[in-house]
């Protein structure tokens, strides 16, 4: 892959460690180090929802929350972090696994967000940004006005990148939310919350390619990877709004530098405080697989769909995510029968996204070739290339309908 491509991943990556999650939900008295709104029971209530991914019970409570506090920017970031993550889970974009191959920067996924929605998310987002504007014109040094800006500005570039393979438009985002959150630190050193956006930058500047990390040098942003793993750390253990978030960031950074082991304890501790959240339980099977560790991942898998069995165990879970990570697990142990049937799986789920469900169709297409059932096989390839949709996996898909799928 090119110095862009490379890039462009390690930006994905920044973004995406700020998009597959939130806040820790205990129940704390108001410390100086954070806006008053941040540990408001109502508040945390919701946010207890959303980390069931109850996204709409969770945006009822801080509807209710905005009502009472219409000129804190906090109360809308909340609405604006429940909006975008809700649209985000429909569109299937919060399993990991996307992000872990360099196929994504090159595939020709077209993310489908309904105008109402994109224009819900935009009005948020400029919200906030203007209320604490203003905010910061009345008082330069108010660090709960930079941290809330620091916020929106974050969780837009991840709509910016996710959605819309928006890089240059995301990176200035992006820079912008540490250069606040830079600023809060410098004001409250102890402001543990602004460590995660500076964290992640740090992180992401420093795993760049050394001819882009010059580039970027000449513009006064340095980058460095055990000080941005460093300062997750501090936003994860006492951060009051951007504890999890911080959480999901180490553990992807973790990932992504083959610390398997301890991006597996990190995400542990997240299925063990969320045991109902869908995606914390899929990312432990997601690394274990990614580990080596082929049997408990395939266990762990089967886990989660049994526990989906369950009536109102899990809030409408993606099952479609768990059979594809099992599915390739299954296919890298050989099993391919069984790795046939999970992708089918996949593929038959009712709220599936078009792009996963073609994806899910040209895979099980490929095991059936290995099964030489190649009647299965082209029904299914012309499936993943019918007009209309994604249309991500058509040129693949042509491609085996004129010439079977070997290893």
């Given amino acids: 892959m090119g110095v862009c491509g490379q890039f462009r991943r390690l930006l994905l990556l920044a973004v995406a460690a700020t998009s597959i999650s939130s806040v820790a939900s205990a129940q704390m008295a108001v410390p100086p180090h954070t806006a008053p709104l941040n540990v408001d029971p109502q508040v945390r209530q919701a946010f207890d929802h959303f980390y069931s991914l109850d996204f709409n019970d969770a945006l009822h ?42 196929s994504f920067l090159l595939n020709k996924r077209q993310v489908n967000v309904s105008p109402a929605v994109r224009q819900q998310i935009e009005d948020l987002s400029n919200r906030v940004i203007d209320m604490c504007d203003s905010a910061l ?14 916020y929106a500005k974050g969780m837009h570039a991840s709509f910016l990148i ?61 980058g460095n990877k055990q000080r941005g793993l460093e300062m997750l750390r501090i936003s ?35 299925a063990q405080q969320y045991p109902r959240d869908f995606l914390f339980r899929l990312e432990v099977a997601n690394l274990l697989k990614d580990d080596g560790q082929g049997v408990q991942a395939i266990a762990e898998y089967k886990k989660v769909l049994e526990d989906a069995g369950k009536p109102g165990y899990f809030t409408e879970p993606r099952l479609q995510l768990a059979y594809f990570g099992l599915g390739e697990t299954q296919r890298g142990y050989n099993d391919i029968q069984g790795a046939a049937d999970s992708f089918l799986k996949a593929a038959q789920q009712p709220n599936c996204s078009d792009w996963l469900r073609k994806r899910a169709q040209l895979n099980a297409g490929n095991m059936y070739d290995l099964l030489h059932d190649r009647t299965q096989a082209v029904r299914l390839y012309n499936m993943a290339a019918a007009p209309g949709g994604d249309q991500s996996q058509a040129d693949a898909a042509r491609k085996y309908l004129k010439q079977p799928y070997t290893r």
């Fill in 162 to 222: 996710l959605v819309d393979h928006s890089w240059s438009a995301a990176a200035k985002q992006g820079l912008s939310a540490r250069n606040d959150s830079e600023a809060a630190l410098k004001i409250d050193p102890q402001y543990a919350d602004a460590n995660m956006a500076v964290g992640i930058q740090q992180y992401a500047v420093a795993s760049l390619p050394r001819v882009i990390r010059i580039l970027v040098g000449f513009f006064g942003v340095g």
């Fill in 236 to 270: 994860a253990a006492h951060g009051p709004v951007t504890s999890v978030e911080s959480r999901t960031a180490l553990s992807l950074f973790l990932r992504h530098d083959g610390r398997y082991s301890e991006a597996l304890q990190v995400e542990r501790s997240l």
């Fill in 137 to 150: 014109k009345k008082d330069p040094n108010d660090k709960n006005a930079l941290f809330a800006r620091s």
């Fill in 61 to 102: 409570g801080w509807q209710i929350v905005a009502q009472q506090h219409p000129n804190d920017p906090m109360a809308y970031n909340y609405l604006l972090l429940g909006t975008l993550f809700r649209e985000l889970y429909i569109q299937d974009l919060l399993d990991t696994t996307y992000y872990a191959h360099d």
